[in-house]
């Protein structure tokens, strides 16, 4: 095997195919995938509980798997939507559980895989491989400021936080290195964020909380989606058709 059909069977890869936007909420609600550009919409039943409260939503393209993270923020549960299946369930340790923190939302890098995710302390990310492995986590910018919402660009490979305390989003390099600063042209609600890699659009539920807001890569705001009060949290993702391992 050559070194870059090598790299390729260790990283995995897929097609690019059609964005969509996952988003969850609260009980036995279905985990709802809406395409942004095929207009193919799915519902993902019979995975939670009653009592659950998602809290945390990341999609990797690659392994097709929607992450879940439950209240109080300490459990993983993964889908693979493909198969409809639960994949993966994770307990991890005390300190990734709530306590006051605006959101506990997760970003998944496809690139490796890797699952970040927001942490009660006020500016930490912790990380989990799609193992359940816990690793140390890092602190964007060196910032005490409390988080409101992750996601991830994979074109340029940025980890995106959504800040609570004025609603701004700073982009970073190397998962701490500040490049960018975006501020939305409308007030929002910073509790969840996904983005779209490919059209790079941002979608932040709005001030209000009864409408979601679609933005341009500079903050402008493009559209306004329905935001029914029990979902919590989104993401956005490719729809791959083909796959390596």
Not at 165 to 173: E, I, P, R
Request: proline letters at 6%; a negative charge.
């Amino acid at each position: 095997m050559t070194g870059a059909a090598l790299s390729i069977a260790l990283a995995g890869c897929a097609t690019r195919g059609p964005t969509h936007l996952y988003l969850a909420g609260i009980g036995t609600a279905p985990v709802m995938d809406r395409g942004l550009e095929d207009g193919l919409h799915d519902e993902l039943e019979g995975f939670l509980a009653p009592t659950d409260v998602v809290v945390g939503l990341g999609y990797e393209f690659n392994t097709d798997y929607i992450w879940l993270r439950l209240a109080p923020g300490n459990e993983l549960v993964t889908i693979k939507r493909s198969e409809r299946k639960e994949w993966y369930r994770y307990q991890l340790p005390a300190a990734f559980a709530q306590s006051g923190q605006a959101s506990l939302d997760l970003a998944v890098r496809a690139f490796n895989r890797m699952v970040y995710a927001a942490m009660p302390e006020p500016g930490a990310v912790g990380k989990v491989t799609r193992y359940g492995e816990v690793r140390d986590s890092v602190r964007p910018g060196n910032t005490t400021r409390v988080i409101g919402g992750l996601a991830w660009d994979q074109v340029r490979d940025r980890l995106l936080v959504l800040y609570a305390d004025d609603g701004s989003l700073v982009a970073y390099a190397n998962e701490v290195e500040p490049v960018e600063t975006i501020r939305f042209t409308e007030p929002v609600s910073p509790t969840t964020l996904a983005f779209d890699s490919n059209r790079q659009r941002f979608y932040v539920p709005l001030a209000g909380g009864v409408e979601l807001g679609e933005f341009d890569a500079a903050g402008q705001l493009l559209a306004r989606l329905p935001w029914p009060t029990e979902l919590r949290a989104i993401d956005a993702g490719q729809r791959s058709n083909v796959r390596i391992f």
